[in-house]
DNA sequence: CGAAATTAGTTTCATATGCAACTGATTTTG
DNA sequence: CAAAATCAGTTGCATATGAAACTAATTTCG
């Protein structure tokens, strides 16, 4: 556990985030460009282009938001009629949402411009690189998410 | 340019981004709960724990953080004493930073936190996808960067 | 030299975010 | 069955953030 120097510029964390950033950035900057739609937004779009029917728990665990920035996309995207909103008559507490025309339209139209911008950032990248990277960011979730859990263990002293 | 589905799990921006989220997360708690150390806070101090002195305008630029963002922190770690202010006489609109004391101990606590987290991060990972995953956020971060210029000057109509 | 432009850094303001408290519905359990 | 616990989703509140306006200092240039 020596404290060998820690260069900002190599460290994991750091680089992950700067670089998520800007590719985050470049390609939100596109679509709220052109069709004004936020990051959540966005996301609560494309879970339900994937999956057409869910209710806003089911988007959270999808899209790993929190069930707040889920409730105020959704609102938005209601208000907006991009979404639509039919309530479960079984448990009133729940409501199936799924993209509206407007939706479908605007999907239909990010997803491409989705898909060519990755491409462009993943372009010369080798094909094996390119696995490796995305077993990389696999197992860096996992990793993460487990060390999460432990560091939350011991600040609330395990034993809940 | 045809629209192959998008499936958001497989997606690279965001998978970067619920990744970096969960690794950011794993190591602030740490430091956070520990020191009271925000994120900016921890890049300012990593900043000058790596380059002793330093302006405001170098550590925004060097840890890619808006000048917003630095001033705050500064502000913050100055009131803490965590950090010493010198004014260059030589131009009195800038000041030079550095750890004190205080900041030196904390920074001498956090680096072999950092490096312990990012070692259990990467722990099974072969050390050619180590490499393969710095080539690949390299190049990322570079054609991210290229594809944010081109659609802001895009946006921006180009001819400023 | 002196006006205009530029720069470092701060502050204002409008927006984004998340936790925690809340509402209304459903389920559990004594 | 009724009280307590749980759950889906919303909202209030306090904090975080960044763009743009601002201040003070320096540089550029007519």
Not at 4 to 27: D, K, N
Request: charged share 30%; net charge positive; aromatic share 4%.
């Amino acid at each position: 556990m020596a404290a060998r120097r820690l260069i900002l510029s190599q460290f994991l964390p750091y680089r992950l985030s700067i670089t998520m950033q800007a590719v985050s950035e470049g390609l939100a900057t596109r679509y709220s460009h052109e069709f004004g739609i936020t990051v959540p937004e966005w996301r609560v779009i494309s879970a339900l282009g994937e999956h057409q029917e869910m209710t806003a728990r089911d988007i959270a665990a999808h899209a790993r938001m929190n069930k707040t920035m889920v409730s105020r996309a959704v609102a938005t995207l209601l208000e907006r009629n991009i979404l639509l909103r039919r309530e479960n008559s079984g448990d009133r507490r729940e409501a199936f949402l799924r993209l509206a025309r407007r939706g479908d339209d605007i999907y239909a139209a990010i997803v491409p411009m989705a898909l060519d911008y990755e491409r462009k950032l993943l372009r010369d990248l080798p094909k094996a690189e390119i696995a490796a990277l995305d077993r990389a960011l696999t197992v860096l979730l996992h990793r993460a998410d487990e060390e999460a859990r432990a560091i939350n263990d011991k600040i609330n002293g395990d034993a809940e």
